[in-house]
């Protein structure tokens, strides 16, 4: 049954995302955002996953808008390659600095996760990257109101 469902999942995605550009940058903001919730699994400190979760849940809120962005992007300039519309380059750069931003964070909280004995400034590093994430969807929503 799971084979079935994901089969449906991928012509969803390829009938709304297509198979170029736009898909590539969704796929990585949600493996990004796989990764991140990858890296809590192995935190042991009850404090540091209760933040690093509630920064998880943040980041996982902003997949349907990235979602949102890409299919819009998808519609108005169709994609099946790796060439980038010209007048969606900005859309596309945020989505890549979004998706770049998510990569990091994850590498902050494994870092987190690795440290050796009390951490003094809990997640903040880990909350400062993801707010950059925010900033660059946020900024691939805004071209595509421009």
Same mark, same amino acid.
């Given at each position: 049954?799971?084979?079935?469902?994901?089969? !449906?999942?991928?012509?969803?995605?390829? =009938?709304? !995302?297509?198979?170029? /550009?736009?898909?590539? =940058?969704?796929?990585?903001?949600?493996?990004?955002?796989? @990764?991140? #919730?990858?890296?809590?699994?192995?935190?042991?400190?009850?404090? !540091?996953?209760?933040?690093?979760?509630?920064?998880?849940?943040?980041? =996982?809120?902003?997949?349907?808008?990235?979602?949102?962005?890409? /299919?819009? $992007?998808?519609? @108005?300039? *169709?994609?099946?390659?790796?060439?980038? *519309?010209?007048?969606? $380059?900005?859309?596309?750069?945020?989505?890549?600095?979004?998706?770049?931003?998510?990569?990091?964070? $994850?590498?902050?909280?494994?870092? !987190? @996760?690795?440290?050796?004995? *009390?951490? *003094?400034?809990?997640?903040?590093? /880990?909350?400062?990257?993801?707010?950059?994430?925010?900033? #660059?969807?946020?900024?691939?929503?805004?071209?595509?109101?421009?």
């Amino acid at each position: 049954m799971g084979f079935l469902k994901t089969a !449906l999942a991928n012509r969803r995605d390829d =009938a709304e !995302l297509g198979k170029g /550009v736009w898909r590539r =940058a969704h796929d990585r903001f949600r493996r990004g955002l796989d @990764r991140y #919730h990858q890296v809590l699994e192995g935190i042991d400190d009850d404090v !540091l996953y209760s933040e690093m979760l509630v920064i998880g849940d943040g980041l =996982a809120e902003l997949l349907p808008r990235v979602r949102a962005v890409c /299919v819009e $992007a998808q519609r @108005r300039a *169709p994609s099946d390659a790796l060439d980038i *519309p010209g007048r969606y $380059a900005g859309v596309h750069r945020a989505l890549s600095r979004g998706g770049n931003a998510l990569a990091t964070t $994850a590498e902050a909280a494994a870092m !987190l @996760r690795l440290a050796v004995g *009390p951490v *003094p400034m809990g997640a903040l590093s /880990v909350q400062r990257r993801a707010a950059t994430v925010l900033e #660059h969807v946020r900024e691939a929503e805004q071209f595509l109101r421009a």
